[in-house]
């Protein structure tokens, strides 16, 4: 069996890392591609070895556009690699450009696409992962759901039950596995030591890129600030905004992107995190710890029902909600958050021959 992985951007590879460590012990076939969506210098060869995996076989190095050009490069580029290497299954991952556009081509190519992550619905189209996941679920051949509510969901939508396979969260999967390669771990009753301080991550145009809504989303944060350390990882974008818009950032400490485990350092000493990353919603949950998500929804509901998340839709009622806030010994895992979806995800393919 061959696999073909599609990667669009940094945050695809700790998906695909599971994963595609998962299939060398199998002994299966695969291929990295890298379509180039998101060029970080942060990608080195030691990032790579980090999670274990080979470098990209490919890298279509398409840059960043807008959505309908950076869509439409994607496809024009990876025809001929899927023609080159014709697998018999594409694994995409997520909801980003890369990962529609791809299957796309797959399905007219007659390739089959597995979805890793599927079933995810924020409900809305607002947002542009959301058209991707739609449209990626509806061609996928194979539907793997990172949890129970994904596949209510996929069934709701019409979505064939031979087609809908529940494999647990892949990115639980590189949490642990990164946890265990620093020597992190909780204490004896499972809660993490910590320092009181809180993590900031924020990046959605929707939080950002408005004037009213950034200016509200520092002013929580520099009250916050008064009393707490608050370190806030900012995309150069973001600090641009703020210099644009005249934002200060009074006693919040603004810094650079940090890589995935100094990240993973920071959160696990963290009182709780504010963010508005789908990706912190999940490790949060995983780690139990807290968890305010910026946004009016959210498209891993799993984290709020059986996690540590909330979803704080107004910047203004973020300092209350930090108040309200309770740390809390041991936890409650989500079904499949066990370390071991990159396993089943290949068993599910094997399981499906050409």
């Not at 073909?4 to 998906?15: E, M, S, W």
């Not at 068993?347 to 050409?354: D, K, N, Y």
Request: proline content about 6%; some cysteine; glycine content about 8%.
């Amino acid at each position: 069996m061959k696999i073909l992985h599609i990667v669009g951007a940094r945050p695809n590879f700790p998906k695909l890392a599971p994963v595609y460590r998962a299939g060398v012990a199998a002994g299966v076939a695969q291929v990295i591609v890298h379509t180039g969506q998101h060029y970080d210098e942060v990608m080195s060869d030691s990032f790579f070895e980090t999670l274990g995996i080979a470098k990209p076989d490919e890298n279509l190095a398409v840059g960043s556009a807008s959505h309908a050009v950076q869509t439409a490069r994607i496809m024009e580029r990876v025809e001929p690699v899927l023609e080159k290497h014709r697998p018999d299954w594409m694994l995409v991952y997520g909801d980003v450009n890369s990962t529609m556009a791809a299957t796309i081509v797959a399905s007219k190519l007659g390739l089959r696409t597995a979805h890793v992550e599927a079933g995810l619905r924020s409900d809305d189209r607002g947002m542009p992962e959301e058209i991707n996941r739609l449209v990626t679920d509806r061609l996928a051949d194979l539907l793997l759901t990172p949890s129970r509510d994904a596949d209510v969901r996929l069934r709701a939508e019409g979505e064939p039950e031979s087609e809908i396979v529940f494999v647990g969260n892949v990115m639980i999967d590189t949490l642990y596995f990164t946890l265990a390669r620093l020597g992190l771990a909780p204490g004896a009753d499972g809660a993490w030591a910590h320092d009181g301080s809180i993590v900031v991550t924020l990046h959605r145009p929707s939080n950002v890129d408005e004037p009213a809504r950034l200016a509200a989303v520092m002013a929580a944060l520099r009250i916050i600030a008064e009393t707490r350390a608050v370190t806030f990882p900012a995309h150069p974008r973001t600090r641009a905004r703020m210099a644009e818009f005249g934002i200060e950032a009074g006693r919040v400490v603004m810094t650079d992107p940090v890589p995935y485990e100094a990240m993973l350092q920071l959160v696990t000493k963290a009182y709780a995190v504010i963010t508005d990353s789908g990706g912190l919603q999940e490790e949060t949950t995983a780690l139990g710890i807290p968890c305010l998500t910026v946004r009016p929804n959210t498209e891993r509901p799993v984290t709020i029902t059986e996690g540590t998340n909330r979803l704080v839709p107004d910047p203004a009622d973020l300092v209350n909600a930090l108040a309200a806030v309770t740390r809390v010994a041991g936890l409650r895992r989500p079904e499949g958050w066990d370390g071991q979806a990159g396993t089943r995800i290949i068993s599910a393919l094997q399981a499906r021959p050409a």
